[in-house]
């Protein structure tokens, strides 16, 4: 059975076309697992909602209990990974990661880097060891089949590779490069542009993304059936 790991950040709460001042990646999010459960409805799914309720940010404790070995930990070290903890195993048990991700000044939102910060844990998604006589960090997700889905949404437009402000564009990039950092290296980027504009090049891209989230969705179930 296919796992599906769906991630929320947008710190609005409702999805835009239906509630007032909605939020599109909660819409195109939504609008992905739904197309899905219709495609495979025995599909687990995990929710987390970070834009609502967002990780602890890495603290020194923190960073102190997750370089100590595991079986050298004080009661304290595990209690402060504790949702660190949480948050790894969702990951690992996901087949698929949807993360909807809006961009905020032009990088992911701080409560989205949160979770990042806890999930690229060392000895749980990635491995360190400064004696190795060469990289001494390697991926411990790898080779497990993950496939992270980035969608987006942007104020102004032409954020895409090639497009005329791409170099300003830091969360398909950033989200992509720590993903790939613990091994998730497979990735699906589809976004809404034009929020700010709010007219019919808005509702176009809207159209678009919802179009690309079905095709997409179409795509990864077909290959997840056989």
């Given at each position: ?36 459960r219709q495609h495979l409805p025995n599909t687990e799914i995990i929710y987390r909602d ?84 060469g990289e001494p960090y390697w991926p411990l997700l790898a080779d497990m089949g993950k ?36 091994g998730i290296t497979k990735s699906h980027c589809i976004a809404v542009e034009y929020d ?31």
């Amino acid at each position: 059975m296919t796992t599906l790991l769906h991630i929320d950040a947008s710190a609005r709460s409702g999805l835009s076309g239906r509630d007032p001042h909605g939020s599109h990646t909660r819409r195109l999010s939504a609008r992905f697992v739904e197309q899905w459960r219709q495609h495979l409805p025995n599909t687990e799914i995990i929710y987390r909602d970070v834009g609502q309720h967002p990780p602890a940010p890495v603290s020194g404790a923190w960073i102190h209990a997750a370089f100590t070995p595991d079986q050298q930990r004080e009661p304290w070290m595990h209690d402060v990974l504790r949702q660190s903890d949480e948050l790894v195993d969702e990951l690992i048990r996901a087949d698929i990661i949807v993360a909807g991700v809006p961009m905020y000044n032009f990088g992911p939102p701080a409560q989205f880097k949160a979770y990042i910060d806890n999930i690229v844990r060392v000895g749980r998604t990635f491995g360190f060891d400064r004696s190795h006589a060469g990289e001494p960090y390697w991926p411990l997700l790898a080779d497990m089949g993950k496939r992270l889905i980035i969608l987006s949404s942007r104020g102004d437009y032409g954020y895409d590779k090639g497009g005329r402000i791409s170099a300003r564009n830091h969360v398909e990039p950033a989200v992509q490069t720590a993903f790939g950092y613990i091994g998730i290296t497979k990735s699906h980027c589809i976004a809404v542009e034009y929020d700010e504009f709010a007219d019919e090049r808005l509702a176009a891209s809207i159209r678009q993304a919802e179009n690309e989230v079905d095709d997409l969705v179409n795509r990864l179930t077909k290959n997840s059936a056989r």
